[in-house]
Structure formats: C-alpha cells, structure tokens
C-alpha cells in the first residue's frame, strides 16, 4: 500500500514541469492520519528545502490476546517531529527524513472469570487477579517518507500536503504486572512469577511486529 501511495504521489507531482515559488516563507496546516490528528509549522529554507514541525496525538482502544489471556489495550501516543523536506525536482514532490519523539505507549489490562494459562501453566482467576502492563517503543522514532507539498508552490494561500512513509521505533520492552488476587503461598507466588515473566516475552515478542509504524498523512496549509 505504501509503494502505491508513494509512486501516486511521485507521479503526480513530477508530470508538470518546476512550478514557482512563492515569496513568503512560512506557514501552518492541520494534519490527520495514522499518526493521528496533529498541527505542523513550516519553514521555507531555500528553494528546494522546507523545514517542518509537528505535534501529533494519537488514541486508540482494541483487544487482543496471548494464548489463554484477553487483554484491553489503550494506545496513546503523543509525539513531536521535526523534519527536513527535499524538493529534489523543484516543484511539490519531496523527499523527507526527521524523527518523532514523546510518549510512544500502549497500556494494557487483563481481568479473567475463568482460568487462564499464563506462560504455560493454568491459574484460576483469584490466583491471577488482573494483569497490567505498559509495552513502551522508546522515546525516538526516525521517519522516511515521500510526498506532495504545494503549500510555497500555489497561488493561494491554502495549500495541500501529502505524505506516506514510515516512523521506526526502538525494540518494545513490556513490564507486566499482578494487582488484586487472592493471596499465594510462596511456592504458587514464585512459579507464577517465572510464568509471569513468560508472558512478558511473548507480549514483548508481539509487540515487535508494531515497533514500526506505517505513516499515511494528508494536511491543509495556511501560508503567511
């Protein structure tokens, strides 16, 4: 789907030849897309170079499950980005490379009315109580995307922008815990700890398939 997005909007944006720029420098868009909804601020450099910075909030609810375990999910992500746009043929086709950072964070929660295998031994529900746990994609997230911008390149003052590409996060790390429960005697307490920490390894293992996060945007722009 991106290599499609992307070569639409190469297409597109290389059919005309190099379009005039504009005499002011500066503007601001609203955006929204898979990084959420998000203001941005941009900064004509030089001729084929634009700066730009963001401020995305993204916030989803979903569910899903390991094994035996059901689990709700609160995905939250409140980023920031800056970025350097490449307009390598001198009209509204870029090239852009920057990087996201902030709160990159799913919360994750799991209450059971029956029994469940955690790890690979089966506990009753008093036994496990509820599960909470935060799987954390760091705080930095390179991007590299393609896109049309026409925002210095439009007689009016609005404009439009487009991009696809993709924000890689760092390797997930999960930190699990037990609340609520009845009481365990020790030896129950420290094999459900070693189970525990079973299922860590497999959300973490799960959660690598979403460390990187396909970015799919369109905004309008002001210019001043």
Same mark, same amino acid.
């Given at each position: ?11 597109? %944006?290389?059919?005309? %030849?190099? #379009?005039a ?9 609203v ?5 959420? $909804? ?7 450099? *030089? @001729?084929?170079?634009?700066?730009? =910075?963001?401020? /995305?909030v ?9 094994? /035996?375990?059901? !689990? ?12 350097? /746009?490449?307009? @390598? $043929?001198?009209?509204?086709? &870029? ?6 950072t902030? /709160?990159?964070?799913?919360? =994750?929660?799991?209450? #059971? ?7 690979n031994?089966?506990?009753? +529900? ?14 930095t997230? +390179? &991007?590299?995307?393609?896109? !049309?911008?026409?925002?210095?390149r ?11 590409? *993709? ?6 790390? =999960? ?7 009845? +009481?365990? @005697?020790a ?10 920490r ?15 996060? +396909? ?6 722009? !002001?210019?001043?």
């Amino acid at each position: 789907m991106l290599r499609s997005l992307s070569l639409a909007l190469l297409l597109a %944006a290389s059919a005309g %030849a190099a #379009s005039a720029q504009t005499s002011e420098r500066f503007a601001v868009g609203v955006t929204a897309g898979t990084t959420g $909804f998000g203001v941005e601020g941009q900064f004509r450099a *030089a @001729p084929r170079f634009n700066l730009r =910075v963001s401020g /995305d909030v993204f916030s989803y609810d979903t569910d899903f499950a390991t094994d /035996d375990v059901d !689990y709700e999910a609160e995905i939250d992500f409140n980023q920031v980005g800056g970025f350097v /746009d490449v307009h @390598p $043929f001198d009209n509204s086709f &870029f090239v852009s490379g920057g990087v996201y950072t902030g /709160d990159r964070s799913v919360e =994750v929660n799991a209450t #059971s009315n029956m029994s469940a295998e955690i790890g690979n031994v089966v506990f009753t +529900p008093q036994q496990i109580g509820t599960l909470t746990g935060t799987v954390d994609f760091g705080g930095t997230a +390179p &991007f590299l995307g393609v896109g !049309y911008n026409n925002t210095f390149r439009t007689n009016g003052r609005i404009g439009f922008k487009a991009v696809v590409g *993709a924000a890689f996060g760092e390797d997930p790390s =999960v930190d699990l815990r037990r609340t609520g429960g009845e +009481p365990l @005697p020790a030896f129950i307490q420290t094999q459900f700890d070693r189970e525990l920490r079973n299922e860590e390894a497999e959300l973490q293992q799960d959660a690598e398939d979403l460390k990187t996060l +396909p970015v799919v945007q369109v905004g309008l722009t !002001y210019r001043f």
